[in-house]
């Protein structure tokens, strides 16, 4: 199994330019997740999805939408770029069990992405 | 107001000591996860836990309930255990973790 895959590793946008950040898993986890993670502020959830077809949002979505058409691939989309969003950007999944929310996290390996 | 806090913020030790890394969460959380993350590296799940203790080599995880609190330890540290360490709440029956600020751990040798 690869896990779960990221693209690109870095990437360098201007402001106003938008991109899509690929995640893809083949583990079969109903749950998928994105996280920018910035200095001294932790883990930020941005969007997630608990299956095909459903998606919500997290703590920071404004500017990032997602969209789950598989249950393999979940793909983060930057609408207009803006220095603010210059983050390190994690996608994960993970199953859960009934009654008890999220089970063990697989992260992939981060999109660093750079807006001037 | 986090609903998790972890402590301490930074550690440094020296290679083969007994470490201890604690968590602290609030009501409503179910579970607590722990996480690794290597400088400029990804980000590893180490334990999931709600309830006993953990042990992956030497690591080991401990929760209680009651007091909701969550201790990871690590026996005779080595500088390769140099990372961050950070714990995350699941909340029952929500789709999300809640996250501590993390544990940044340095081991001299």
């Known amino acids: 199994n690869a896990g779960v895959t990221q693209t690109p590793k870095f990437q360098v946008l201007k402001t106003g330019q938008s991109m899509t950040l690929q995640c893809a898993q083949d583990?079969?986890?109903?749950?998928m997740s994105w996280y920018r993670q910035d200095p001294g502020m932790g883990l930020r959830l941005i969007h997630y999805?608990?299956?095909?077809?459903?998606?919500d949002q997290g703590e920071v979505p404004n500017g990032y939408n997602v969209s789950r058409s598989t249950t393999e691939d979940f793909p983060l989309r930057l609408l207009s770029a803006a220095p603010s969003q210059t983050s390190v950007y994690f996608c994960?999944?993970?199953?859960?069990?009934?009654?008890?929310?999220?089970?063990?996290?697989?992260f992939g390996p981060g999109t660093r992405l750079t807006v001037t | 107001k986090n609903e998790v806090e972890q402590s301490p913020q930074n550690l440094t030790a020296q290679e083969g000591e007994f470490i201890t890394i604690n968590c602290s969460y609030s009501?409503?959380?179910?579970?607590l996860h722990w996480l690794q993350q290597h400088p400029g590296g990804g980000i590893v799940s180490l334990f999931m836990?709600?309830?006993g203790k953990k042990k992956h080599g030497r690591l080991i995880a401990t929760i209680n309930i009651q007091e909701k609190h969550s201790s990871l330890h690590i026996t005779a540290s080595h500088p390769r255990d140099s990372a961050v360490y950070i714990c995350?709440?699941?909340?029952?029956?929500?789709?999300?973790?809640?996250f501590g600020q993390g544990t940044r751990l340095t081991i001299n040798p």
């Open positions: 994960a999944s993970s199953y859960t069990l009934p009654g008890q929310g999220i089970h063990e996290q697989y």
């Open positions: 583990m079969n986890h109903e749950y």
């Open positions: 999805s608990v299956g095909a077809g459903i998606t």
């Open positions: 009501v409503g959380i179910s579970a």
């Open positions: 836990l709600s309830s």
């Open positions: 995350a709440g699941s909340m029952r029956g929500a789709q999300k973790l809640v």
